[in-house]
């Protein structure tokens, strides 16, 4: 049983910046991704950022130079720093990760949802 707990969602102004954070606990054998999504009311969910346990990162065009994905392996959590935050990253940001529970088998997991609101 693996969990993916999300935190540091919130209300911010247009400029502004939020972290969010995802804490994987549970019986862990190791992650061998994480990735940020979000969705917006009436729309589908999209990749905004994706990390490989190697280190190896990619974003979606639309948050390139503004948002950074991070990961502490020791600690089994990823982090998406959001920086000039829009009115348009308004969404509801999910935590995924592809997690081996031991060798040979493993499954991908979803976090809760944090709601991220920007002001304009």
């Known amino acids: 049983q693996v969990q993916l707990v999300e935190s540091g969602g919130g209300l911010v102004q247009a400029g502004g910046s939020l972290r969010l954070s995802c804490a994987a606990s549970?019986?862990?054998?190791?992650?061998?991704?994480m990735d940020w999504y979000r969705q917006a009311p009436g729309k589908q969910r999209e990749l905004v950022a994706a990390?490989?346990?190697?280190?190896?990162?990619n974003y979606a065009d639309s948050v390139k130079g503004r948002f950074t994905i991070s990961r502490d392996n020791a600690k089994n959590t990823a982090y998406l720093h959001m920086n000039s935050l829009k009115p348009e990253d308004t969404a509801v940001y999910y935590c995924?990760?592809?997690?081996?529970?031991?060798?040979?088998?493993?499954?991908?997991?979803w976090g809760q949802g944090t709601q991220v609101t920007v002001s304009s």
């Open positions: 995924h990760a592809i997690v081996a529970v031991t060798t040979g088998y493993q499954y991908s997991y």
């Open positions: 549970g019986s862990i054998f190791s992650i061998n991704r």
């Open positions: 990390s490989s346990s190697g280190g190896n990162t």
